[in-house]
């Protein structure tokens, strides 16, 4: 059997916020039930006794979803059901609200523990680069991959 298939984009975060429960609820269940690319078969009927709401509120969610840029759907034209396509989050939207922190002036503490010179970004971005890559390393080691 094969193991199922699921993924949520930390970023949804973004959007959560001026999400209705349903939409929310939609969202999060066509992530469950979608394949490795993110379709879903599921009938509305299904869904609907899944999530345990009414038609018209599966429909609103549908619709603002789709016009979120969260999703797309279209008709099977043999069974006439709706297929869900879960879509990459629209990163124009993402980063309109995203507040990036400045880089703060690290104070570097001597052996004897008073402060010594300030660091400048530069350099706090060269150490935490060379932590990161340590630690892919390790990760790797631990995988067999490196």
């Known amino acids: 059997m094969v193991a199922p298939f699921s993924w949520i984009d930390v970023r949804i975060k973004d959007f959560m916020d001026v999400m209705t429960q349903e939409e929310l609820l939609l969202y999060f269940f066509l992530?469950?039930?979608?394949?490795?690319?993110?379709?879903?078969?599921?009938?509305?009927?299904?869904?609907?006794?899944?999530?345990k709401i009414g038609p018209a509120s599966l429909i609103r969610a549908r619709r603002m979803l789709e016009e979120r840029g969260l999703i797309s759907t279209r008709q099977d034209e043999f069974s006439q059901r709706t297929i869900y396509q879960?879509?990459?989050?629209?990163?124009?939207?993402?980063?309109?609200?995203?507040?990036?922190?400045?880089?703060r002036q690290v104070e570097k503490k001597t052996a004897a523990g008073k402060k010594g010179t300030k660091k400048s970004s530069t350099e706090i971005n060269d150490e935490a680069h060379e932590v990161a890559l340590k630690a892919l390393e390790e990760i790797g080691k631990k995988f067999g991959s490196i």
Request: aromatic letters at 6%; proline letters at 5%.
């Open 86 to 103: 879960l879509l990459d989050l629209p990163i124009e939207i993402i980063r309109d609200s995203i507040e990036i922190p400045k880089i």
């Open 31 to 51: 992530i469950s039930a979608s394949n490795e690319q993110g379709v879903s078969w599921w009938s509305s009927r299904a869904i609907t006794k899944k999530m």
